[in-house]
């Protein structure tokens, strides 16, 4: 079974920055990303990132938030700067899209 622990979540005022992280249980061989999911809204995809290190961001988060990736350490990262109101959510870690972290809650206040 997958396994993802996911930290780095708080509350930080507008024009801060956090940075998540999200350790697997193991390495894999596909793309791995943070979605996102604030109340009474859909969870949405906030950046992906593939083994190779390619990666894609939400419009909302471009220039903005960073994902990165650590193959031997199965670790990705979600770096969070300049952060508005409007990013308040939780943040899940996938792999592939399948399997979810817990979630970890991110407010940031005005």
């Known amino acids: 079974q997958v396994q993802l622990v996911e930290s780095g979540g708080g509350l930080v005022q507008a024009g801060g920055s956090l940075r998540l992280s999200c350790a697997a249980s193991?390495?894999?061989?596909?793309?791995m990303g943070w979605y996102r999911q604030a109340p009474g809204k859909q969870r949405e995809l906030v950046a992906t990132i593939t083994t190779g290190g390619s990666t894609n961001y939400a419009d909302s988060v471009k220039g903005r938030f960073t994902i990165s990736r650590d193959n031997a350490k199965n670790m990705v990262y979600l770096q969070m700067n300049s952060l508005k109101p409007e990013d308040t959510a939780v943040y899940y870690c996938?792999?592939?899209?399948?399997?979810w972290g817990q979630g970890t809650q991110v407010t940031v206040s005005s």
């Open positions: 996938t792999v592939g899209g399948s399997w």
């Open positions: 193991r390495s894999y061989i596909t793309v």
